[in-house]
Nanobody
């Protein structure tokens, strides 16, 4: 079983920055992917960014956030980060941490990010 705990959401003005963190606990080993998804009101949950557990740490970004958001990982701490810069009102959503391990998806409880003046 894997547990995920997110932190770092909040209210920020357009153009501002936030950093989300997600700590994974439980039995995780070998190859897996950690990532962030978001869900805005009335919309489907969508992938924001993901990173693999390999030493290279291959990343994948949604087109809407590429160049503004950066995903990173601290393997020793089983923690994944999402640095969000130049935030826009359309980034407003609940952000969920995800681990894809052994063909099972694990989800955090979500953290609200609101971008508004």
């Amino acid at each position: 079983q894997v547990q995920l705990v997110e932190s770092g959401g909040g209210l920020v003005q357009p153009g501002g920055s936030l950093r989300l963190s997600c700590v994974a606990s439980g039995s995780i080993f070998g190859f897996y992917t950690m990532g962030w998804y978001r869900q805005a009101p009335g919309k489907q949950r969508e992938l924001v960014a993901a990173i693999t557990s390999t030493s290279v740490g291959s990343t994948n970004y949604a087109d809407a956030v590429r160049g503004r958001f950066t995903i990173s990982r601290d393997g020793a701490k089983n923690t994944v980060y999402l640095q969000m810069n130049d935030l826009k009102p359309e980034d407003t959503a609940v952000y969920y941490c995800n681990v894809d391990f052994s063909r099972v998806d694990y989800w955090g409880q979500g953290t609200q990010v609101t971008v508004s003046s």
